[in-house]
């Protein structure tokens, strides 16, 4: 399931679930535990104001009311906090902060009743007390509002009370000063929930992302678990494969090496001439294939070596140069004979490389002989040794054959990996050497790249490190390659500045 999928899934059915029910629950009882002593603080500023119309018996009556059902109200909020997420039914702790919450209402309403009966002959009084009750209204109203508007039900039934109550007692007075204020009460109350409403929108969205939020998280941290532990099967899997290969490559190689052997003995006609020049046909044949096999599995088990990490590299001074010329005059006769020019354009002034002569032969080995046989007869392959401006040196070798397309060289860079045109063109190969090749240049700390044009030809690249490049600093003195001689006595050389 895609991400939009999921946010999609919680925009339809997240309203409905009991976690956002449960959020918006959590947020009306922290707010009254936050406002806890805002509410009587207030409770008690309005009781003594009373006094100034009503008997202090009235209004300490109402005091103790209000106070009473405020406690009973935070003690419910308390309880709800410290109860666990898992042993919370949102139903019933909602009731319960209704019934609460009911009893403050009723008991807010109560202040509007605090003065009836007492002596209304003085004008001033009643009317400062008239408009005190409708500051008050308009002060509760706007405080429920902010920290009650998460649970509409519960606004409601914490501030219809006191408005019913304060607009009966304006109204009782059958004035149209108080008429009109009732009227205005009425008015601010419906304002005060059109504005609790808008706030309530804003909470569900916020808790809505959020809770998309934390199930996209927990997806996520999901599908890592699980990409985590696919990546560790593939690559235990991987090392598995590795070791059985240089396993039986071993094993292979024993019983290989004798059939080479004796069938090497016999095509030789060592022990005496075979009469039958099938046999000596057959016997060609043999040998013949179990040198490729034997290639084969040399190729495999070098692979399967470099990727369980345990292909060492005998370093020493050596001149990249010197290994392509020697490289080139192994195969410089199968070239001649399939008519290929060979062009050599190389520095012989370039420092020696710390390196693995073994390697280096292996790779110069590999991109020549991939050149030569996928080059169609009468081409040319240019052979290239430089430093680059970076002060790398690079082997480059580049050719005119069919080339690679350009989806395909991905492929070709994998294990067993060939281009489909270069299979209907060139010789049978095992797809092994430019994976060996690579790697071993890696091994190196260099880089290898193949840049490939459909029909006008391939160039490959191996660009060693400049840390790798050393000059003697004298012909008595000689000094250490920082790094690369750790822990064993060899040759000291200098980086070439």
Same mark, same amino acid.
């Given at each position: 399931?895609?991400?939009?999928?999921v946010?999609?899934?919680f925009?339809?059915?997240? +309203?409905?679930v009991?976690?956002?029910?449960?959020?918006?629950?959590?947020?009306?009882?922290?707010?009254?535990?936050?406002?806890?002593?805002?509410?009587?603080?207030?409770?008690?500023?309005?009781?003594? %104001?009373? @006094?100034?119309?009503?008997?202090?018996?009235? %209004?300490l009556?109402?005091l103790?009311?209000?106070?009473?059902?405020?406690? =009973?109200?935070? !003690?419910?909020?308390?309880?709800?906090?410290?109860?666990?997420?898992?042993?919370?039914?949102?139903k019933?702790?909602?009731?319960?902060?209704?019934t609460?919450?009911?009893?403050c209402?009723?008991?807010?309403?109560?202040?509007?009743?605090?003065?009836?009966?007492e002596?209304?002959?003085?004008?001033?009084?009643?009317?400062?007390?008239?408009?005190?009750?409708?500051?008050?209204?308009?002060?509760?109203?706007?405080?429920?509002?902010?920290?009650?508007?998460?649970?509409?039900?519960?606004?409601y039934?914490?501030?219809?009370p006191?408005?019913?109550a304060?607009?009966? +007692?304006l109204?009782l *007075?059958?004035d149209?000063?108080?008429?009109?204020?009732?009227? @205005?009460?009425?008015a601010?109350?419906?304002?005060?929930?059109?504005?609790?409403?808008?706030?309530?929108?804003?909470?569900?969205?916020?808790?809505?992302? +959020?809770?998309?939020?934390d199930?996209?998280?927990a997806?996520l941290?999901?599908?890592?678990?699980i990409?985590?532990e696919a +990546?560790r099967?593939?690559?235990?899997?991987?090392?598995?494969?590795?070791q059985?290969?240089?396993?039986?490559?071993h !094993?292979l190689?024993?019983?290989?090496n004798?059939?080479?052997?004796?069938?090497?003995?016999?095509?030789?006609?060592?022990?005496?001439p075979? !009469?039958?020049?099938?046999?000596?046909?057959y016997?060609?044949?043999?040998?013949?294939?179990? /040198?490729h096999?034997?290639?084969?599995?040399?190729?495999?088990?070098?692979l399967?070596r470099?990727?369980?990490?345990?292909?060492e590299?005998?370093?020493?001074?050596?001149?990249?140069?010197?290994?392509?010329?020697?490289?080139c005059?192994?195969?410089?006769?199968?070239?001649?004979?399939?008519?290929? !020019?060979?062009?050599?354009?190389?520095?012989?002034?370039?420092? /020696?490389?710390?390196?693995?002569?073994?390697?280096?032969?292996?790779?110069?080995?590999?991109?020549i002989?991939?050149?030569?046989?996928?080059t169609?007869?009468?081409?040319?392959?240019?052979?290239?040794?430089k430093?680059?401006?970076?002060?790398?040196q690079?082997?480059s070798?580049?050719?005119?054959g069919?080339?690679?397309p350009?989806?395909?060289?991905p492929?070709?860079m994998?294990?067993?990996g060939q281009?489909?045109?270069?299979?209907?063109t060139?010789?049978?190969?095992?797809?092994?050497?430019?994976?060996?090749?690579?790697?071993l240049?890696?091994?190196?700390?260099?880089?290898f790249?193949?840049?490939s044009?459909?029909r006008?030809?391939?160039?490959?690249t191996a660009?060693?490190?400049?840390?790798?490049?050393?000059?003697?600093?004298?012909?008595?003195? =000689?000094?250490?390659?920082t790094?690369?001689? @750790?822990?064993?006595?060899?040759?000291?050389y200098?980086? *070439?500045?």
């Amino acid at each position: 399931m895609t991400v939009r999928d999921v946010r999609k899934r919680f925009a339809q059915e997240e +309203r409905r679930v009991p976690e956002l029910q449960y959020e918006l629950v959590s947020m009306f009882v922290r707010n009254e535990l936050s406002a806890q002593w805002t509410l009587l603080v207030l409770a008690i500023i309005f009781s003594l %104001a009373s @006094m100034f119309w009503a008997s202090e018996q009235q %209004a300490l009556i109402w005091l103790i009311a209000i106070v009473t059902a405020k406690i =009973v109200l935070l !003690e419910v909020c308390r309880k709800f906090i410290v109860t666990p997420r898992e042993e919370v039914n949102v139903k019933v702790w909602y009731w319960r902060l209704f019934t609460a919450e009911a009893c403050c209402g009723f008991a807010w309403a109560g202040f509007a009743l605090v003065g009836i009966g007492e002596d209304s002959s003085n004008q001033s009084y009643v009317y400062s007390s008239h408009v005190f009750l409708f500051a008050s209204l308009i002060v509760v109203l706007a405080i429920r509002m902010t920290f009650a508007s998460t649970l509409l039900p519960i606004l409601y039934v914490g501030t219809v009370p006191m408005t019913l109550a304060v607009v009966g +007692r304006l109204f009782l *007075q059958q004035d149209f000063f108080y008429v009109a204020l009732a009227s @205005m009460a009425v008015a601010v109350h419906l304002y005060f929930i059109f504005l609790a409403k808008g706030l309530q929108a804003t909470a569900c969205s916020m808790l809505e992302y +959020r809770l998309q939020k934390d199930i996209l998280i927990a997806e996520l941290a999901e599908a890592k678990l699980i990409s985590d532990e696919a +990546r560790r099967r593939a690559e235990n899997a991987n090392l598995a494969k590795s070791q059985f290969l240089a396993t039986m490559s071993h !094993e292979l190689r024993t019983p290989l090496n004798a059939v080479l052997g004796f069938s090497e003995v016999m095509k030789n006609e060592v022990l005496g001439p075979l !009469e039958n020049k099938r046999y000596h046909e057959y016997v060609q044949n043999i040998h013949t294939s179990g /040198a490729h096999l034997l290639n084969l599995i040399n190729e495999i088990l070098d692979l399967s070596r470099i990727e369980a990490g345990k292909y060492e590299l005998h370093e020493h001074p050596v001149r990249i140069v010197d290994v392509l010329d020697d490289s080139c005059s192994l195969l410089k006769l199968r070239a001649e004979t399939k008519g290929l !020019e060979l062009i050599e354009l190389y520095d012989a002034t370039l420092p /020696a490389l710390w390196a693995d002569e073994r390697s280096l032969r292996q790779i110069c080995l590999n991109l020549i002989s991939n050149a030569i046989k996928f080059t169609p007869r009468g081409g040319s392959i240019t052979l290239i040794v430089k430093a680059n401006a970076d002060g790398e040196q690079v082997l480059s070798i580049r050719d005119t054959g069919p080339g690679i397309p350009e989806h395909e060289i991905p492929k070709v860079m994998e294990a067993f990996g060939q281009g489909s045109l270069a299979q209907k063109t060139a010789e049978g190969g095992t797809g092994l050497g430019l994976p060996i090749v690579r790697k071993l240049i890696e091994l190196h700390g260099g880089r290898f790249e193949l840049k490939s044009k459909l029909r006008k030809g391939t160039e490959v690249t191996a660009f060693f490190p400049r840390n790798r490049i050393i000059k003697l600093s004298g012909d008595a003195e =000689v000094k250490t390659v920082t790094g690369l001689c @750790m822990g064993k006595r060899k040759p000291q050389y200098t980086h *070439q500045s």
